[in-house]
């Protein structure tokens, strides 16, 4: 029992066989996914894809990387596309200082433009963040001044001291395929640490294939391996991480309806 808490089934890499890959995911256990926009340009595209499949969700909002490129957007338009029932999150959104493919001050806007967004819709917020920790941490901790909103940094790769601030914030933290690295020994220091009632589990797909399938497109269902790695580091079994890790998903995503994940 699993939720892949973001993947992009939007994106090209699936274009010819969505229906395959979301039945991939079922049989694999995964009872749920949440497709993320990373483009509101191209929101109507992954709102369709949420509507087609029960047990795919989306999110709105605009990655780090098109901060410059698309068309700027103000708080009130993502409030307005957030009102539709499928829409579950706010982003991805968040710094990127790793590639700067968009201004850093244009990432900045963004970033605070989304943040008001979850703060008035209370969706959870979906934190992108590489290479800019203390700014990250400097506009989370500023923002929740005006105003707790609740969100996640996915895709964990930080530091123990930006996991720490993290959750004195209230936010949960994801953890992708890189955790299952041979590379990644200090992510999963850093992962032992999270509280396991604070922790979920994700692709990034088509991105970041996890041991054992490295190298190959990933998908919602290799979050089977993942999982199987954060309960190892965790030390409880599969059975308890994949229960614990959904219902952290509902209490943290919480316009998605118990059943969709656990049944009637």
Not at 21 to 38: C, D, F, H, K, Y
Not at 87 to 96: H, S, Y
Not at 100 to 117: D, G, K, M, T, V
Not at 163 to 189: D, R, W
């Amino acid at each position: 029992m699993l939720v892949d808490s973001h993947c992009h089934l939007d994106f090209p890499d699936f274009s010819s066989e969505v229906d395959q890959v979301v039945e991939r995911a079922e049989q694999a256990g995964v009872r749920l996914m949440v497709t993320i926009s990373t483009k509101v340009s191209e929101f109507d595209r992954i709102r369709a894809i949420a509507e087609r499949f029960a047990n795919v969700y989306c999110s709105v909002g605009i990655h780090p990387h098109e901060a410059a490129s698309e068309p700027e957007v103000d708080t009130a338009r993502l409030v307005e596309l957030a009102r539709h029932p499928k829409v579950v999150g706010i982003g991805e959104t968040g710094l990127d200082y790793f590639y700067e493919h968009a201004p850093r001050e244009a990432q900045i806007r963004s970033f605070r433009a989304h943040i008001a967004a979850a703060r008035e819709t209370k969706l959870p917020l979906i934190v992108h963040t590489r290479d800019a920790d203390d700014d990250t941490a400097r506009i989370l901790g500023e923002e929740t001044g005006k105003g707790a909103f609740p969100g996640l940094l996915h895709c964990f790769t930080s530091s123990a001291r930006l996991a720490e601030h993290a959750l004195s914030l209230g936010f949960y933290i994801s953890l992708s395929g890189i955790v299952t690295f041979k590379s990644a020994a200090e992510l999963q220091q850093t992962a032992r640490g999270i509280p396991l009632d604070r922790l979920l589990v994700e692709t990034d797909s088509p991105y970041l294939a996890p041991i054992p399938k490295r190298g190959k497109r990933n998908e919602p269902s290799f979050v089977v391996h993942t999982a199987a790695k954060v309960a190892e580091l965790k030390e409880v079994d599969v059975e308890t991480l994949g229960r614990t890790t959904s219902e952290n998903f509902l209490r943290l995503f919480s316009r998605v309806p118990r059943e969709a994940v656990f049944g009637s």
